[in-house]
């Protein structure tokens, strides 16, 4: 229990920094959708969407090649070193070759009046991709705290920028207050291009506040580990593009696949009903800033099997709580969202809750191929997910619209859930507990159709189905406890 306690520690200081920078950042929704319509909130969708695909090309699996070999090099400068200059390296080539086709990118993804959003995500995405190992050697060295404060000072950044361009300066100019520099750099014409502005400052100050971890390890490329690692980096970058097109392939493929009047419309609709998604989503990414380098650590040890079992179970029981609280107090979180314009979308919010709990189960599911060196699964499992995430949404979306795409995220990902764990069985197998961790889905589902059934006075209504949920998850993990300290 020790171990995960210290698991549950360095999750919740992840946590941290994910908690409060995704809410600081959900914050940012009422200001987007209260200034622009659905049209211009689905152009920056679709460009973010964009930006995911070339991220993870650009960090092609290193990252989590990065905690295997420091586990098993003594030197973690000489693994640093030589995935941090394959970065660099690749990085200033997309620069340069991003850069110069800039104009024909952004006539590509149809802002071809403002090829400077172009140009600013390029740099977005260098500087993302160069603070990807400094966070990771971090992680490895267990300096959750560091690790937060910079997530922390890049989201205040980040804010504050949109807040000064959003606010402060329109504010100014109608009052008729007039500052030299505001005059200067504010260009209202820009319309989202100052939320790409603020991005590009605050990955720049992300970059800056960690090149200590950069400074002191010694760079040096060790060409034969290099090798080891594309080896094993490989098959992440093909299950990453998977990943991220089953996250993402519903925005661009919306705006293709619904008429031209409305499909942007559609998009940000979309795409801000999804953010509602955000107390699930921080929740597993918390999870696996702390659980990546937990899994590596324990991957030796006798208990390890046992340890991942108990995790899932843990996992599923919080998740379903997440799932469940965000759905029957919708009618408060909705309010986030400033424009009317975009509650009809709300639909999806119970069908992409789960998804993303599947996405987190699958998450526990995957540790069996990369703690074995069987990455070449995780490919295979992904781009199974991203086929069915494709073929669904282009037989949905014509007649469902954003509905099809939420229901062919669910369903990706309990496939992929599904397929990972006959896999396992087979490769690595692992005795979790089904019995509790169904018990608990089961009853997240069957509370929130309750509350479908009586909620008019849902803020009653609604606390109460939460402590039940809690009250059953204790009593549950009270009888495992038991029976577990109980002779045979």
Not at 9 to 35: C, D, E, H, K
Not at 37 to 63: D, K
């Amino acid at each position: 229990m020790s171990i995960l306690h210290q698991l549950a520690g360095q999750t919740a200081i992840y946590g941290l920094s994910s908690i409060v920078g995704r809410l600081l950042n959900f914050l940012l929704v009422p200001l987007y959708t209260g200034i622009f319509a659905p049209e211009a909130y689905g152009t920056f969708s679709e460009l973010m969407a964009v930006v995911a695909f070339v991220m993870v090309v650009l960090t092609y699996g290193f990252e989590t090649a990065f905690f295997r070999y420091v586990n098993k090099e003594e030197d973690v400068d000489r693994v640093m070193g030589t995935a941090f200059i394959s970065l660099i390296c690749t990085s200033l080539l997309f620069l340069c070759v991003a850069s110069y086709f800039s104009e024909s990118i952004a006539d590509l993804l149809h802002v071809s009046s403002q090829p400077k959003f172009i140009q600013w995500l390029i740099y977005i995405i260098v500087f993302d991709v160069l603070s990807t190992l400094p966070f990771a050697k971090l992680r490895v060295e267990q300096r959750a705290w560091r690790f937060a404060s910079i997530r922390l000072i890049n989201i205040a950044v980040n804010i504050g920028f949109n807040l000064f361009f959003f606010l402060l300066c329109p504010y100014l100019i109608k009052e008729g207050i007039t500052v030299d520099i505001i005059a200067s750099i504010y260009e209202p014409s820009l319309g989202i291009g100052y939320i790409f502005i603020s991005n590009l400052i605050a990955s720049a100050v992300m970059l800056v506040l960690l090149s200590p971890e950069i400074f002191k390890t010694r760079l040096s490329f060790h060409f034969e580990l290099w090798k080891k690692m594309s080896r094993f980096g490989f098959p992440l970058l093909i299950g990453g593009l998977a990943y991220v097109t089953n996250e993402m392939a519903d925005r661009l493929l919306l705006e293709y696949l619904l008429p031209p009047e409305t499909a942007t419309a559609q998009v940000g609709i979309y795409s801000a009903c999804y953010k509602i998604s955000i107390f699930m989503t921080l929740f597993i990414q918390a999870f696996r800033y702390g659980a990546e380098p937990f899994f590596f650590a324990q991957a030796e040890k006798k208990d390890a099997k046992i340890q991942y079992a108990n995790v899932m179970r843990y996992f599923v029981a919080f998740t379903g709580f997440i799932f469940l609280s965000i759905n029957v107090f919708i009618e408060l979180i909705k309010h986030f969202i400033q424009n009317e314009a975009y509650h009809v979308g709300l639909e999806v919010v119970p069908i992409l809750l789960l998804a993303n709990l599947f996405l987190g189960m699958y998450f526990n599911l995957s540790v069996w191929y990369k703690v074995s060196e069987r990455t070449r699964y995780g490919a295979y499992i992904s781009v199974f997910g991203a086929f069915i995430t494709i073929l669904l949404n282009i037989l949905l979306i014509p007649s469902y619209s954003y509905v099809g795409s939420a229901w062919a995220t669910l369903i990706c990902y309990a496939s992929m859930c599904l397929l990972s764990f006959l896999l396992s069985r087979r490769h690595y197998p692992i005795s979790y507990d089904w019995k509790y961790i169904s018990t608990y889905l089961i009853s997240a589902l069957a509370l929130f159709y309750v509350w479908g059934l009586w909620h008019d006075d849902y803020f009653v209504v609604s606390t109460l189905l939460c402590f039940l949920y809690i009250f059953g998850v204790m009593m549950l993990e009270k009888r495992k406890k038991i029976s577990i300290l109980m002779p045979k």
